[in-house]
């Protein structure tokens, strides 16, 4: 726990600075200009019946993937086509590429607007719903463990690149502590809110909880 409020505590300095230096950036986007997912968030609790389904222990992969894959394709284009022989959870990247990441578990459901295997198939109102969403680079449930921390980090899902993220909030124990910080910007998660973004900026999230948070995760092409 000291270790997690220890990082909390950098992410909320850096946060600080950034929004200080960079405050008139726009890094979030209204959910309601995006009507393509307008059906995800209409029926949040459906996806979130199917998640709580899933078997929390089945991992289709244990070893983290490095950062870079996110953009580099690599570990991150064999990973999707393991779903094809395997299901399950997978660790998600970690700073150290020896060391897997226990904090942060991934369910893989799409992947270039393929649906993967079987988790997609344990899955089949959420899958449904995503196959009528044009443009999906990724999605697939997102989860961190209890009192967990997420660093600031940056991705290549941006405006720049003709993409956003977009979180639907489906297992989020306690708004006022599973937040995310973008750019500076603080926005709390709660079960049955969008928050879309540009996370080419530094973002980083924390669940200081004694419970599992959980969102739908997606990568999306905009229009």
Not at 126 to 154: C, D, E, K, Q, Y
Request: charged content about 20%; aromatic content about 12%.
């Amino acid at each position: 726990m000291d270790h997690v409020l220890t990082m909390l505590i950098v992410c909320l300095v850096i946060a600080s600075v950034y929004y200080y230096y960079n405050h008139s950036e726009t890094v979030y986007y209204p959910p309601e200009n995006y009507n393509k997912m307008s059906i995800l968030q209409k029926h949040w609790n459906v996806i979130a019946n199917e998640y709580k389904a899933l078997p929390k222990d089945k991992m289709i992969n244990f070893q983290s993937r490095k950062k870079d894959d996110w953009y580099n394709g690599g570990q991150l284009d064999e990973l999707a086509k393991k779903h094809f022989q395997d299901y399950g959870w997978h660790s998600a990247w970690s700073e150290d590429d020896n060391v897997a990441n226990d904090n942060w578990k991934n369910w893989g459901l799409m992947y270039k607007d393929v649906a993967l295997g079987k988790n997609s198939e344990l899955c089949p109102l959420t899958t449904a719903m995503l196959n009528t969403i044009p443009g999906i680079r990724i999605a697939g449930f997102s989860l961190m463990t209890p009192n967990s921390v997420i660093n600031p980090h940056t991705d290549t899902t941006g405006i720049k690149y003709g993409s956003l993220a977009y979180h639907l909030g489906i297992d989020v124990p306690d708004k006022n502590n599973c937040c995310l910080i973008v750019n500076g910007e603080k926005k709390e998660e709660e079960n049955g809110k969008v928050i879309i973004f540009d996370s080419t900026y530094l973002h980083s999230a924390y669940n200081i909880t004694d419970k599992e948070r959980c969102i739908l995760y997606i990568d999306f092409q905009i229009d």
